[in-house]
T-cell receptor, first 110, second 113 residues
Framework: AQRVTQPEKLLSVFKGAPVELKCNYS??????LFWYVQYSRQRLQLLLR??SRESIKGFTADLNKGETSFHLKKPFAQEEDSAMYYC????????????FGRGTSLIVHP | SQTIHQWPATLVQPVGSPLSLECTVE??????LYWYRQAAGRGLQLLFY??????ISSEVPQNLSASRPQDRQFILSSKKLLLSDSGFYLC????????????FGEGSRLTVL
């Protein structure tokens, strides 16, 4: 079954500390992976996607096919990074319906 | 540019009353449309999706239904609300082609009393 797992419901760090939000997936073939973010009182929006290999707001995510992981990382957390983060996957080859993880709430303390 | 509108933003309804949440997408044609429910600790639960007018697929059995009367309109309904229907509902869209990104509405907070 297609599944996206985010093992941590809550991640609490201090400003300036490194952050890693974990995501593991179980998908046949080569899925497309995404991270979405929801800041307080804002709509859920895309943060980054693995095929773009981009860094957004200092966040990066590397696809590890061997470990079937797509962890989100930032070397130095900022208070404005506090938000809800969702990992999502979509099957390649025409399966357009994304599957979301349960989400991780990141709290960055001053 | 494409936009997605969802309303009402907040709704308080008594148990047993009907429900209608509406979602409209502008600036694109033939989008895939989705209704999700967002619950703390449970993430995003896909309720319904639609690939075209009149085509609705349900992911979970429940007290809710969905309809797509027009290409860019998606409606979430219930004939009789239950307490357990309370929650935060999100409408979203994407295209089969492209990079697969989902675009979300601002959400509707439903409280059933």
């Amino acid at each position: 079954a297609q599944r996206v797992t985010q093992p941590e419901k809550l991640l609490s760090v201090f400003k300036g500390a490194p952050v890693e939000l974990k995501c593991n997936y179980s998908y046949s073939g080569s899925p497309e992976l995404f991270w979405y973010v929801q800041y307080s009182r804002q709509r859920l929006q895309l943060l980054l996607r693995h095929i773009s290999r981009e860094s957004i707001k200092g966040f990066t995510a590397d696809l590890n096919k061997g470990e079937t992981s797509f962890h989100l990382k930032k070397p130095f957390a900022q208070e404005e990074d506090s938000a809800m983060y969702y990992c999502a996957a979509r099957g390649a080859g025409g399966s357009y319906i994304p599957t979301f993880g349960r989400g991780t709430s990141l709290i960055v303390h001053p | 540019s494409q936009t997605i509108h969802q309303w009402p933003a907040t709704l308080v309804q008594p148990v047993g009353s009907p429900l209608s949440l509406e979602c409209t997408v502008e600036g694109t044609s033939n989008p895939n449309l989705y209704w999700y429910r967002q619950a703390a600790g449970r993430g995003l639960q896909l309720l319904f999706y639609s690939v075209g007018i009149g085509q609705i697929s349900s992911e979970v059995p429940q007290n809710l239904s969905a309809s797509r009367p027009q290409d860019r309109q998606f409606i979430l309904s219930s004939k009789k609300l239950l307490l357990s229907d309370s929650g935060f509902y999100l409408c979203a869209w994407n295209q089969d082609r492209g990079l697969g990104e989902l675009f979300f509405g601002e959400g509707s907070r439903l409280t059933v009393l």
